[in-house]
DNA sequence: GGCAGAAATCAAGAAATCATAAAGAGCACT
DNA sequence: AGTGCTCTTTATGATTTCTTGATTTCTGCC
C-alpha cells in the first residue's frame, strides 16, 4: 500500500514496526542509524517514523538534512517528554511526535491518519472522485482509474494504467526505464526493466487506435519515455523537423 | 495567513486560541457547538481544531459529518486520555489528537506543522515542469532533458545534451576535450576524447540552424571548449577576442 | 608566405537502443 | 482443471546514435 521508512537504532523496535507495517500491507524499509536512514530517504518513501535519540546522527539532524528533499509526512518517535522537545521536531518540519512508549495500535493509527491525508491532499488536488484530469485531449480519473482519448474510452490494463498515470501526471519530465520499473513493479522488485518496453508499445497502440495522428509518449534517445506536453504527430518526427 | 476554525464550548479556550492565532497572523472562526460547526466548516477553513466532549452533537459526530466535504486537517482536542478514544478519533478522519490539557506552543506548533503540510502537499505535486534554467538565449530543462535556443527547441542526443549540460552550467570555464570525455563517459571509459570534437560541432551545428548569429561554444586553442557567457557574434570571431 | 600543431569537417562503419512480434508463464474466474 | 486475460520474457530486425580515421581548414608562429 505505501512505502514506509523506519529509521531507530532499537533493533526490537524496528523489527516490531516492520511486521507490524507489514502485516498491513506497507512495504517497509528499515535503517539503524541516521546516515543509513539519510541514504534510504532516496528511496522516496511515502511516510518516514524516525527515532530522536541515536547515536551519532540524531533525528533532528536526518530531518534537517531530508526534509528540503523529501516531502512525505515525517513522524518522530522519541522518549523526550520536554515540550521543547516536541516543538523542536515539528519546527524542524516533522508532522508528528509520538512519545516513547507508546502504544502500537495508536501509532499504527497515526500512521493511517497521515497516510489518508497525504492521499486525500493529492486527490484533491488532481481531482476528487467524479474529476477527471485532462492532458491535452487524454483525460484520466485516477479514482475509478479510467483513461480516454477524445472522450473515446481507452482499456487499459492494470500496468498500462499505471505506466500512464506516471508519465501523464509529470508531463514533460523523461523517466528511465528502471525508473519506471521502480516505481510501479516496487524499488526490490527482481525483473526485466525491458517489459516497460512492452507495456509502452501496447499503450502506445491503444491510443493510436483511437487518435492514429498524435503521438503522446515520447522515447528519448538513450534515456527514456516521455509525455509529450505538446505531442507531436503522425510517425513522430519532431526531431527530424527540428534538425 | 490561513483560515482555522475552532469548534469548543468551553469559550475561555476558545478566547485563548483565537487570540494566539490571529496574533501569528491567522483569521480564525469560531464555534460554540456542533451545529455551528459544521456550518462554518462550509467556509473552507484550511484547518479545523475540534473539541470532542461537546453537549449535543460531539466532536465525533462532526467530524463523521463534516470530512466528506471537507479536506483540511482536523486536529480534535479531548481531554479523553484513553486509547480507544484517540484511535477512533484518528480512525474518523481526524489528523491529530490532541490531550487536555495541552501546552499552548505545542499545540501552535502543530498547528505550524499541518498547515505547512498541507501548502506542501499542494504545491508539490502536479505543476513541477518550472525548471527550466535560462543562459541568456538558452534555456534548459534538466527534468525533461529538452533545450531551446530562443525558444526553439533543439533536438539533441543524448551525449550532445550532457555535453551541452556541462558547458552551459558552468558558463565561461574552459574543459578540455579530456575532461569533458572524463565527465560524461567516465573516468574508466577507454575511448578517444576526439569524439567529444564530433558532438562539439553537431551541437553548434543545431544551435545555429536556429540562431546563426550568435556563437555560444568558444573554442581556447589548445585548451578545449566553454560555454560563453557574453556570446560572440557571427563566424566565429569569438575566438580572436578569447585569445 | 610557409610550417606544424590543433581543430573542424566528412563519411562510413560499429555499437547501442528501441520497436515489434511471438511465445511462454502466471493468475483469476469459471 | 480449463479458459481467457494480463504480464513477462526472449528473439529479431530496424533505427538512431556514437565512434573512428582520413582529410581539410584554421591558428599561431617563424
Request: charged share 30%; no cysteine; glycine share 6%.
Given at each position: 500500500m505505501a512505502r514506509i521508512l523506519v529509521i531507530d537504532d532499537q533493533l526490537d523496535l524496528v523489527a516490531l514496526l516492520k511486521d507490524e507495517l507489514e502485516s498491513r500491507g506497507h512495504q517497509v524499509l528499515t535503517a539503524l542509524d541516521g546516515n543509513e536512514g539519510v541514504e534510504l530517504a532516496?528511496?522516496?518513501?511515502?511516510?518516514i517514523i524516525l527515532d530522536?535519540?541515536?547515536?551519532?546522527?540524531?533525528g533532528y539532524d536526518v530531518c534537517r538534512s531530508i526534509r528540503s528533499a523529501v516531502s512525505c509526512p515525517i513522524l518522530f518517535l522519541s522518549a523526550k517528554q520536554s515540550e521543547t522537545d516536541r516543538i523542536k521536531g515539528l519546527a524542524l518540519g516533522g508532522d508528528d511526535y509520538i512519545l516513547k512508549p507508546f502504544s502500537l495500535p495508536e501509532l499504527l493509527a497515526r500512521v493511517d491518519a497521515h497516510l489518508r491525508r497525504e492521499k486525500r491532499a493529492l486527490s484533491l488536488k488532481l481531482g476528487g472522485e467524479g474529476n477527471w484530469i485532462r492532458f491535452g485531449s487524454l483525460a484520466i480519473n485516477l479514482h475509478s482509474r479510467q483513461a480516454t482519448v477524445e472522450d473515446s474510452p481507452l482499456s487499459l490494463t492494470k500496468r498500462e494504467f499505471d505506466i500512464l498515470e506516471l508519465l501523464a501526471l509529470n508531463p514533460g519530465q523523461v523517466f528511465s526505464r528502471e525508473q519506471i520499473y521502480e516505481k510501479i513493479w516496487g524499488y526490490d522488485a527482481d525483473g526485466d526493466s525491458a517489459t516497460v518496453t512492452e507495456h509502452i508499445k501496447n499503450i502506445r497502440a491503444k491510443i493510436s487506435s483511437i487518435?492514429?495522428?498524435?503521438?503522446y509518449i515520447g522515447t528519448v534517445w538513450g534515456i527514456g519515455y516521455r509525455w509529450e506536453k505538446r505531442p507531436g504527430k503522425g510517425d513522430g518526427d519532431a526531431r527530424k523537423a527540428i534538425t
Open positions: 532516496q528511496m522516496e518513501p511515502d511516510l530522536i535519540m541515536m547515536p551519532g546522527m540524531d487518435d492514429p495522428e498524435t503521438q
